[in-house]
């Protein structure tokens, strides 16, 4: 195998929407793990070409340019176990379920090799499956940094395929807890709309019919504020911000999402959303565990503070 063949390689054709966009803001948008530092490093090491020729940072994009980035292969020895206190709910040979707090990341990515979950993992219990390869060794799922809550992590490649063969089956149970802008006038509902790339917003996700994949939100109303409602909410599919993207959608917005909710009126920081309960079962014993994780403490005061108004 030649180097070439190691790269992981990224093609697109500009649309006259991104016409006159900076080359290396586009292509940071295009990925949540890619710094603009990080696609900066590239582009002057020629790993970005615009029909096949090397461009620099600040070239100024056109319509119909043929756009190609290759990405290099992770480095091994990037990725050092990092003690931290972490909430670990579960833990046998298999498997760990932790409680992740709002604000840490799930797992390093290019330019970003440190202060992670992963790493906090790591530190704690050596041994992680290998299957997501050196930069997100363990994960099977993840949840947003802004998110809090439960998250299982695989020790070994057999229960890291057991446990994405349930998520691919929808058979993990999920359940999440929300806040979310407006009164929700119905009791519970189904949101069945896919998701994909946002065509005005490269950075973000939105319910678009082209380019998309099946997505599907269960909710139910927990309580109702004067300007919020409460909502528990149970993912059977599990797409990049599904939840954020489908209450969005139906014009509920989560409170305090920087990315698909209106300016910030809630003292939290970061999306009111918490992985509350999570179900699956156990890839070597077959029993079915599972856990609950109360609702962060930043959340319970914001309720507190709505029941008041």
């Known amino acids: 195998m030649t180097d070439t063949q190691l790269f992981e390689r990224y093609d697109w054709t500009i649309e006259p929407s ?42 100024k994009l056109q319509a119909e340019d043929e756009l190609t980035l290759r990405v290099p292969p992770p480095r091994e020895m990037a990725i050092l176990p990092e003690p931290m206190p972490l909430d670990i709910v579960y833990e046998d040979s298999d498997v760990v379920v932790v409680n992740k707090p709002r604000g840490l990341v799930v797992h390093p990515a290019p330019g970003h090799y440190s202060g992670t979950l992963v790493n906090g993992l790591l530190a704690h219990c050596k041994d992680l499956s290998g299957i997501n390869g050196v930069l997100r060794p363990g994960v099977v799922h993840r949840i947003d940094k802004d998110t809090s809550g439960l998250l299982m992590v695989a020790k070994n490649d057999k229960a890291h395929m057991g446990l994405a063969e349930q998520l691919k089956e929808h058979s993990v149970d999920r359940t999440y807890v929300a806040i979310v802008h407006g009164v929700i006038q119905h009791e519970m509902g189904t949101i069945e709309a896919p998701i994909g790339r946002d065509p005005k917003n490269r950075q973000q996700m939105a319910v678009v019919f082209e380019n998309s994949k099946h997505a599907v939100t269960h909710f139910i109303v927990q309580e109702r504020f004067k300007d919020y409602t409460l909502v528990e909410l149970k993912l059977e599919t599990g797409r990049t911000h599904q939840i954020r993207v489908h209450m969005k959608y139906i014009e509920h917005p989560l409170a305090g999402d920087p990315k698909y909710g209106p300016k910030q009126t809630l003292e939290i920081n970061g999306q009111a959303l918490h992985a509350k309960t999570l179900g699956f079962v156990h890839p070597r014993t077959g029993e079915r565990l599972e856990f609950e994780a109360p609702l962060p403490e930043d959340l319970e005061q914001t309720i507190a503070y709505l029941r008041q108004q």
């Open 18 to 59: 991104d016409a006159g966009e900076r080359i290396d803001k586009y292509i940071s948008l295009q990925n949540e793990d890619w710094s603009r530092s990080q696609v900066q490093a590239w582009i002057k090491e020629g790993r970005v070409t615009v029909d096949g020729e090397p461009v620099k940072s600040n070239y």
